[in-house]
């Protein structure tokens, strides 16, 4: 009878945790439907925005260049005060998220959310060097957070939530719903379960779904791509070795300066409301003379996929889609890297790949072949996320002829970036967000661990205890055992009129307590220290012999 109810309750129990799966996979299902209409809405007027952005940037008349202006820092200056109203939209998000992750901050869902969005559009609409992956990785994650409250679940499944969020941001944006699922676990998550799993699954594919309804279905990239033929395979294998080298030193270079002049932008002693007047002006100039670097720059390479440039020209708009690049980021505007990477990456692939048809003769079909390569290598070097790379690229560009090629160039750069001991992109931008808090918990971190040992001294003095540090021991473990130091203070030493705190003593000592006319008190951080006390210090049999001499003098020596 007995088993039989406790049978019962296990079922009841089981039942119960199922049911709470079960809840938790459809409120993934609707992380999807929003995040798709969200994130997908986002994308469709970033496209209309950069019509809007055209209008003022040709076909330029003085009064047109004025009121374009005008325009442009008016829209800088309601994306400054988004910021200041809501500090976490700022840059691409997928920080952001890892920091709620982490329990590092929480998310004001609903307010952060809108100003994402606005932000996001008027930033990347006046033609700023940046993506709308990372923030539909944030809109995303932001929606997996307000379903959460609104719905009251644990904790627990908002990690659930906010990762199927980001998971159904990339999937939206690039139409790579696998790649979603992916970076998600990969980058974000860094776990992974069947529950998670089939979550990501149904929020990822469920956005896709929703996302191709309002900006169709149609891939990434539209070109044929063909592997290079006729080309030796120690000819093939060499450039392709040092393709791998240059992209990990740019790749270095990438994070280098991004961080670099983030810090920079950061010194600039002025308003920041004047700092972005001032950015905004660069914007339009940028916008009206080298309207190729704007925005995250997706035109540019489905253009250089099929054009022919010169040398020269891909250079300079390569340092130029670079630093501009840079630049946008340092200002904490609403938006990515993600694709500016991939771009830097493709165009990085075009001039190596004219580099060898112009030079070496190799065939002209290597030029495409590097950039669609670039992209996947470039991604590996500078976020350290191979897999994610390698899918990502695959979806974009529907053609899996090169998985085996993807795979090959991702694995050797990833071996480069190990041998740099390069960090990944998102982690170092994490840690420049959260580092107060980071080092806060290192400490405390490390308090606990000081503390823990100490204890663990304690204990062992407990169990030793009375063991004279004068008497020596016949015991092989002497060195291993726990001793008692009795330590007199005199009138006017160091120790003399001095708090337990403010003693500094050498790690491992440790004192129990404060003896008076022969009572012990318990040492705490306060205890007042007097003339005519005796220390009672524990410490291990080594650190004894080594201090000992020292504290008795130190406790007897007058300080004039």
């Given at each position: 009878m007995a088993k039989d109810v406790l049978h019962e309750l296990?079922?009841?129990?089981?039942?119960?945790?199922?049911?709470?799966?079960?809840?938790?996979?459809?409120?993934?299902?609707?992380?999807?439907?929003?995040?798709?209409?969200?994130?997908?809405?986002?994308?469709?007027?970033?496209?209309?925005?950069?019509?809007?952005?055209?209008?003022?940037?040709?076909?330029?008349?003085?009064?047109?260049?004025?009121?374009?202006?005008?325009?442009?820092?008016?829209?800088?200056?309601?994306?400054?005060?988004?910021?200041?109203?809501?500090?976490?939209?700022?840059?691409?998000?997928?920080?952001?998220?890892?920091?709620?992750?982490?329990?590092?901050?929480?998310?004001?869902?609903?307010?952060?959310l809108v100003t994402k969005f606005v932000g996001g559009i008027l930033a990347i609409g006046t033609g700023m060097s940046m993506g709308r992956e990372g923030p539909s990785v944030h809109l995303g994650a932001l929606v997996g957070s307000g379903i959460k409250e609104v719905t009251k679940r644990s904790e627990v499944e908002e990690k659930y939530l906010v990762t199927c969020g980001a998971s159904a941001g990339?999937?939206?944006?690039?139409?790579?719903?696998?790649?979603?699922?992916?970076?998600?676990?990969?980058?974000?998550?860094?776990?992974?379960?069947?529950?998670?799993?089939?979550?990501?699954?149904?929020?990822?594919?469920?956005?896709?779904?929703?996302?191709?309804?309002?900006?169709?279905?149609?891939?990434?990239?539209?070109?044929?791509?063909?592997?290079?033929?006729?080309?030796?395979?120690?000819?093939?294998?060499?450039?392709?070795?040092?393709?791998?080298?240059?992209?990990?030193?740019?790749?270095?270079?990438?994070?280098?300066?991004?961080?670099?002049?983030?810090?920079?932008?950061?010194?600039?002693?002025?308003?920041?409301?004047?700092k972005m007047l001032l950015f905004m002006i660069i914007a339009y100039a940028i916008a009206v003379f080298f309207s190729d670097i704007t925005g995250g720059?997706?035109?540019?390479?489905?253009?250089?996929?099929?054009?022919?440039?010169?040398?020269?020209?891909?250079?300079?708009?390569?340092?130029?889609?670079?630093?501009?690049?840079?630049?946008?980021y340092a200002t904490g505007a609403p938006g990515g890297i993600f694709l500016p990477m991939l771009v830097i990456g493709a165009l990085t692939g075009k001039v190596y790949g004219e580099i060898l048809n112009h030079y070496f003769s190799i065939p002209n079909e290597i030029i495409v072949h590097f950039m669609l390569l670039g992209m996947a290598a470039y991604f590996t070097a500078v976020v350290r996320a191979p897999i994610t790379g390698i899918t990502l690229i695959l979806e974009m560009t529907g053609n899996f002829s090169y998985l085996y090629m993807l795979i090959i160039v991702c694995t050797i750069t990833y071996i480069f970036t190990e041998l740099l001991k390069m960090e990944p992109i998102y982690e170092r931008l994490y840690f420049n967000m959260f580092h107060k808090q980071i080092l806060a918990e290192d400490k405390q971190n490390s308090e606990n661990e000081k503390h823990a040992r100490r204890l663990e001294m304690l204990e062992k003095w407990w169990k030793n205890k009375k063991i004279d540090i004068g008497v020596k021991s016949n015991r092989k473990n002497a060195k291993d055992k726990i001793v008692t130091l009795l330590i007199p203070v005199g009138a006017n030493s160091e120790f003399d009129n001095k708090t337990v705190k403010d003693l500094n003593l050498p790690e491992n000592l440790l004192i129990v307590s404060v003896r008076k006319a022969g009572k012990d008190s318990i040492a705490r951080g306060d205890t007042l220290i007097q003339s005519g006390n005796q220390l009672v210090i524990i410490t291990d049999y080594t650190t004894a012999q080594k201090y000992a001499g020292e504290l008795k003098e130190k406790g007897m020596k007058i300080v004039e």
């Open positions: 296990r079922d009841i129990s089981s039942l119960k945790s199922r049911r709470n799966n079960i809840v938790l996979i459809f409120l993934c299902f609707l992380v999807g439907i929003f995040s798709g209409i969200i994130v997908g809405t986002y994308t469709l007027l970033l496209k209309k925005m950069s019509i809007f952005r055209e209008f003022f940037t040709t076909n330029l008349e003085l009064p047109k260049i004025i009121i374009g202006i005008i325009v442009f820092i008016l829209m800088g200056m309601a994306v400054q005060f988004m910021l200041s109203k809501y500090p976490l939209i700022s840059g691409s998000g997928i920080p952001q998220v890892s920091g709620l992750l982490t329990k590092k901050v929480k998310f004001k869902w609903f307010g952060e990339i999937s939206s944006t690039f139409n790579a719903p696998l790649a979603g699922v992916i970076f998600s676990l990969e980058e974000l998550h860094k776990f992974f379960s069947p529950l998670l799993l089939i979550c990501t699954l149904v929020a990822s594919g469920t956005s896709n779904f929703i996302s191709r309804m309002i900006l169709g279905s149609h891939t990434s990239f539209q070109y044929n791509f063909m592997l290079p033929k006729d080309i030796p395979y120690y000819i093939f294998a060499i450039i392709t070795v040092i393709f791998c080298i240059i992209i990990t030193i740019t790749g270095k270079a990438f994070s280098y300066f991004l961080l670099l002049i983030q810090r920079q932008y950061k010194k600039w002693k002025l308003n920041k409301y004047v720059g997706h035109e540019l390479i489905e253009e250089m996929f099929g054009k022919n440039v010169l040398l020269r020209t891909l250079i300079i708009i390569l340092v130029l889609k670079f630093f501009y690049t840079m630049l946008c």
